[in-house]
């Protein structure tokens, strides 16, 4: 029932700034946002090397597809990651806020 999708983007402000358009949008209950990381990847071809920022974003199942679409309209990247981790197991508790905060109860 529950998703955690975890995003790189490129900087805390831009982390930001999506994290609040999901909250607003109500497609998200929390974004955790680890401010820098450092990634290397390749890239049509070519090894890079950049500084990111990562959000874990919590939702609804039923709420990913939605959450995909509207990061990928926002979001800088030509192609963001974008990886869902489904949630087999939780708090109860946790879950019952996720579930208030998305409007659900």
């Known amino acids: 029932m529950y998703s955690m999708i975890y995003v790189t ?6 982390s930001k700034k999506i994290a609040r358009k999901l909250i607003e949008e109500k497609i998200a209950a929390c974004v ?3 401010p820098t990381i ?9 090894i890079e090397e950049d500084s990111e920022s ?7 199942n039923e709420f990913v597809e939605t959450l995909i679409k509207r990061i990928e309209e926002i979001h800088s990247y030509e192609i963001p990651c974008i990886l869902e981790f489904k949630v087999d197991n939780g708090s109860e508790n946790y879950f019952r ?4 905060e998305i409007g659900l109860i």
């Open 38 to 46: 450092d990634s290397i990847y390749l890239w049509k071809g070519e």
């Open 97 to 100: 806020w996720i579930d208030s």
């Open 9 to 14: 983007t490129s900087s805390i402000l831009e």
């Open 54 to 60: 990562i959000m874990f974003i919590k939702t609804r």
């Open 32 to 34: 955790n946002i680890v």
